[in-house]
């Protein structure tokens, strides 16, 4: 096989920098691809895998919620599934003496990157209060630990379950039911850091936070504004329905601090031009927007649309829409009124010519598409930015109508799945109503903590016990320092995973790792082979069965360690048939059809072989499902940050070659660097002004109402065709700068793309050797 086993711990020691790419895909996509499959898999796993992900009877891709196109492909995966898939289909187990040979205290100096190239968690491994080491584990004994801990709490609500949003259906919908039934609705999950602000933004506005766009709206389209989004990595396959949506005459438009090329140009690595030719530009204009500008830009456009209405009377708005839908649009009209033109160009950086350019687009367009994803969501007034998205729309009816809709892209593949079967820590009390018809039990009806109240919960002491059902949450979070010290507080930390991350080594009093199965393996129960199923961005549902024997016979499915934690937590406390449900998956969906609309007869539609669109009252019929009936047109106060001279405004983002906190190699391609993370993207003319040049390191300080000198030390800069007053740098090292208190307002999401920094001089000599002698 093409990989080291251990790879060297990476040092950013031969950082090596070139200038950003203007297209994305095309050959060096196709052989990275085939490289990393090979590598990873070896020929015969990895045909194995890459011919049935996202085919109608194979597995959902891991990588991300990006919908499945009526007729497949032949190879109906991207690059960056492929690395997904081969991160976790690699034949390579963790061996039984790494845990005697690893102390936590050595693991913890471990990087990220070394800890996921370790190989698939195989055995249960417990960690006994006061020892440095994990031990292997008997599974019973390991459900013992977890049902001894649980029920010394004095009231559930002392325990956190979170939910990372890889997770199936079934699952996720066993793991609410347990987690109410023992007592509590502490049911935090990775959408509280992620798309939370679009959930609360679109459910007042229009009644329901997904997606109002299908698939097959791209390409029936005029027009598909891009906000916030680098679809060229973190959704790859979306670039092929962006071409698509080209071909068939629709205009694009960006809407991004960085030229991230993804955006720019595709060559489509399933089509020979793609390979050799010169790809499809896909962008008509780039509005190189300042971080958090968005809210200004949205205000200025809706603007716009309400004085060419004032100038032609009736020929503008879709006054039929609005006022037989609609309602608040005097009261919104009447505001925007006073919106100042010089605060739109301070906050967005953008030019009036611009502005009236992406106007007039919006205005020529009979079907409008706004697509959104992390450069949205993740700021203090990320609802309000989200809620003029809404408020841009309904004044020309793009919603309810082919081609046309709000669009918010989600990230992990099934974190949509995973809130409709009710991982959320405030579900409405209609579900819960249906919880109790269901099952013969009251569950609580106070609201639960989220992820950030679940760390305040934890640094406080009020929380004592952490289940984590995938995922990564101490480096996932903001303020890493704090994160981790709080899970430090609690009695036991229970990490159900596919391999090693940060979260498995810094850890509460005991700990325990619960092994788990994959998208990619086969599921068996008894001797029966179960499938799963998944939710995509735009509520699709369908199946999801890997072709891979299982990594190890002892390792169980999410399923089959839910059920059997619920049996010893809670016994026969409540009726519910856990050992059943965890053995025989149609009774959950059997369940799950009794409880959650739009999954009437789940078994006998999910056997259809495409699945089912999930019913969505403003797309399928302009029925809104707010407490009005009606959508709301809402009135946003524009504020924008304060920064003070000689600081940036900083984002956290992906490299290419990452999902989320796992990273498959130091590598980021598109933009140009190679064998390194500790880098700082800033303008060329904000490092000069700053005093920097290209290539010095610095240390980096986050300025924080609360006081506190949060420092990300040497980074190399990079100088970058970012907007003005801008930097970029990766997540989740870069989480050490966020305060656990900046957050969104309403949704609470941590605000990692508005970070206000300082630099300085590298304090300590860089890798042994001076700043700025290396490129
Ligand atoms: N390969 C890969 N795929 C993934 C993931 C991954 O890590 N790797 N993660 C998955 C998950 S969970 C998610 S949520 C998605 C994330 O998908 P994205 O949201 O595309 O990911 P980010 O890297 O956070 O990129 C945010 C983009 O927003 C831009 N941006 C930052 N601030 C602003 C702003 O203020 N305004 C505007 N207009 N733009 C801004 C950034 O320049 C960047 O292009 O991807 C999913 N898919
Ligand atoms: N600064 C900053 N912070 C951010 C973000 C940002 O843009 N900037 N983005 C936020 C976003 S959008 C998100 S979604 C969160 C992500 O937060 P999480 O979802 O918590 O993190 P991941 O890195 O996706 O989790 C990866 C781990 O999941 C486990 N895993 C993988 N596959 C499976 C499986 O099939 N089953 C189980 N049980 N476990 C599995 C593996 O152990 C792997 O190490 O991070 C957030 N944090
Ligand atoms: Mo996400």
Redesign the pocket.
Known sequence: MGRKRHPLEDSDVDISVSPPKRSAAGLPSLSETLRHAVAYMGPSRAWKTLTAVNQKDGFDC?SCAWPDPPERKAAEFCENGAKAIGW?AEPLKIPRDFWADNSLSSLEHRSEYWL?QQGRLVEPVHKAAGSDHYVPISWDDAFEVVAGELNKLDNPDQATFYT????SNEAAFLYQLFVRAFGTNNLPD??N??HESTGVAMGETIGVGKSAVTYTDFAAADLIIIMGQNPGTCHPRMLTALEEAKQAGAEIVAVNPLPEAGLINFRNPQRPSGLIGKGTDLADQFLQIRIAGDMALLQALSKRVLDAERASPGTVLDRTFIEEHCQGFVGFAAHLATLNEHDVLAATGLTSAEIDELAGRYLRAEKVIIAWA?GLT?HKKAVPTIKEIINLLLLRGNIGKPGAGPCPIR??SN?QGDRTMGIWEKMPPRFLDALRREFGFDPPRHAGVDAVDSIRGMREERIKVLVA?????V????DTGVAEAAVRRTRLSVQ??????RSHVVVGEQALILP?L??TEIDRQGSVEQFVTVEDTVCAVHRSSGPLEPIAPEVLS?VAIISNIAQAVLGIKVPVDWAGLGSDYDAIRDHISHVVPGFEDFNNRIREKDGFVLPHGPRDSRTFPTATGKAGFSVNDLETIAIPRGRLLLQ???SHDQ????IYSLNDRYRGIKKGRMVLFVNPQDLAELGYADGEYVDVHSEADDGVDRVLPQLRLVSYPTARGCAAAY??E??VL?PLDSTADESNT?A??SVIIRLEPAAAPVYGTAAGQRN
């Open positions: 891991m976790e996921g990372s949003g890889r997770t990775c959408s850091m992620c992390m993740q990230g992990h974190v059902l995938g995922g990564n949450l480096h996932a979070m903001s159900v995973s596919t391999k090693l991350n788990t994959g998208r999410e956290t983002l992906r999902f989320n906190t796992t997540y989740p870069a989480n966020v941590p990692s793309k």
